[in-house]
């Protein structure tokens, strides 16, 4: 390809991020949209487009879980929409970064990628935790009450920042 398409390219197709996590009602889904509303304040909506799914189908097809989406309210987003759907190893062409909330996503997903490049897409949400977060994964907050669903969104936020920062270099 010539160097005048290959910019053609980046300027008129977006980046596409891939979140992932077990059921896609919970950790994904919330991710996104804490993502959506970091790059609508950082001037990058447009150039980037986010989805979330699951490892797991047995939530395909649902709304968010009512706790995820409440922790959400509370922090002053709303949902857009989204219905669960599972992972396929045809993301790995669709998404440019793919990321997973916990180590057991990654393995899971990692499990599905036949090629070096589709694997180095691959890097989880806690490679953007600060150095003093206390967190080493986005905990599943699925058998707890309601204080863990708020602190996976502020622990989104706070990582969000720093993958939004990397991404302005990017697009
Ligand atoms: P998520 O949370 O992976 O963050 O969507 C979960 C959702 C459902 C289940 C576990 C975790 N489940 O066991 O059904």
Redesign the pocket.
Known sequence: MSLVNQISLRTTMSYRVLFV??????????AEIVFNAAIARAGLKGRIKADSC???S??TGEK??RR?LAALERAGYAWGGHR?RTFSHRDFAQFDLIIP??ES?KEDILALASREEDAAKVRPMSTWFAPGERERE?P????GGPAGFDA?VQLLERAMERLVAELQEKC
């Open positions: 996590c077990l059921g896609n009602i919970c950790r994904s889904p919330a699951g490892t797991a047995y939530h968010p879980d995820m669960a909330q916990d996503n986005v599943d907050p699925y058998y996976v």
